[in-house]
């Protein structure tokens, strides 16, 4: 069965520290992924996903940037974080028809 | 226009009882699939329960089970018998299937109903 691993679950970085989210995936090959992210109370918005190695598509313009650097692992990153990135952020694998899966997410709080 | 919708913010429930979380969407995509989040205050997203547009039967996971109304572009979640570990955020999210295409059918997500069941 799949597995999706993310971490580190909880993260407090200062205004303008760089970022790196690492999301890897087990029991599946050139799965899509994705990273979403969550502010408090509210609803997931999509950020990135990818169909495969070095393929990156943004939804959203901002300050961050994503990776798939190898066929199950997917990175966000910022060089340069912003208050209203605080959030949390989760990676899921979407496969199948019925298939949606996602990781254990980070709490993000950029201070 | 919002593509999934609930309007409910929050609700209190006595245990016990059945909870109907309510969720409409919007897509003229023929093929699509929505699909029901729980999250506990940890945050992980759990899957619950899974519609698809073509499928004739109502989807059914135990105490969960889907209130699907196609021509009402409405997906309810019932929850019957309520137990005090189903207070957390419930999702519905929706996958549309025939025209998005090369990985963008991610899914799109509704803002959540926050369900506290009461002793």
Request: hydrophobic letters at 35%; one cysteine or more.
């Amino acid at each position: 069965s799949q597995t999706i691993h993310q971490w580190p679950a909880t993260l407090v970085q200062p205004v303008g520290s760089p970022l790196s989210l690492e999301c890897t995936v087990e029991g599946t090959s050139n799965p899509n992924l994705y990273w979403y992210r969550q502010a408090a109370g509210r609803g997931l918005q999509l950020l990135f996903y990818s169909v495969g190695i070095g393929q990156i598509s943004s939804e959203v313009p901002q300050n961050l940037s994503a990776s798939r650097p190898q066929d199950r692992q997917f990175i966000l990153s910022s060089k340069k974080l912003l208050l209203s990135d605080s959030g949390f952020y989760l990676c899921a694998w979407i496969g199948g028809r019925t298939e949606a899966f996602f990781g254990q997410g980070t709490r993000l709080t950029v201070v | 226009a919002q593509k999934i919708t609930q309007t409910q913010p929050g609700m209190f429930v006595q245990e016990k009882e059945a909870v109907t979380l309510d969720c409409t969407y919007d897509t003229s995509d023929p093929s699509y699939g929505l699909f029901w989040y729980k999250q506990p205050s940890s945050g992980e997203m759990i899957f619950l329960i899974y519609q698809g547009s073509y499928d004739q039967q109502n989807a059914t996971e135990g105490r969960y089970s889907l209130n699907f109304q196609k021509a009402r572009k409405s997906a309810n979640l019932v929850i019957s018998a309520s137990q005090l570990g189903d207070s957390a955020m419930y999702f519905c999210a929706m996958r549309e299937l025939m025209y998005s295409g090369g990985g963008a059918d991610g899914l799109t997500f509704g803002k959540g109903t926050h369900l506290i069941i009461q002793p």
